[in-house]
């Protein structure tokens, strides 16, 4: 069992930079993928970014490639996603999420546990 708690939301402006952290829970971190999506308002949930347990692969949505990095630190059991140039569809409830077969996934499907999201609202 993975515990999930995302933070580092908030409301900036069209330009700007956040950082979200997702610390997780057990000693298993290491062994899982971990991946982000959001989900805005009327919207489905969708992929933005994943990475390997070893952090050696990633993959990005396409709509986030070259803003979003997704970073991790085994030691400190935590996922990042940098996120620049920041624009205002990218508003939404961000999620990470744990996938126990190191899939690095692009669906919600493969992962395992899920935390309970953090509020990005970039305004215009």
């Known amino acids: 069992q993975v515990q999930l708690v995302e933070s580092g939301g908030g409301l900036v402006q069209a330009g700007g930079s956040l950082r979200l952290s997702c610390a997780a829970s057990g000693r298993t971190f290491s062994n899982y993928a971990m991946g982000w999506f959001r989900q805005a308002p009327g919207r489905e949930r969708e992929f933005v970014a994943a990475i390997s347990y070893n952090g050696g692969a990633t993959r990005y949505a396409d709509s986030v490639k070259g803003r979003f990095t997704i970073s991790r630190g085994n030691a400190e059991n935590t996922v990042y996603l940098e996120m620049n140039t920041l624009k205002p569809e990218d508003t939404a409830v961000y999620y990470c999420?744990?996938?126990?077969?190191?899939?690095?996934?692009?669906?919600?499907?493969?992962?395992?546990?899920w935390g309970q999201g953090t509020q990005v609202t970039v305004s215009s």
């Open positions: 999420a744990a996938d126990r077969d190191n899939l690095v996934g692009g669906i919600s499907e493969v992962y395992d546990f």
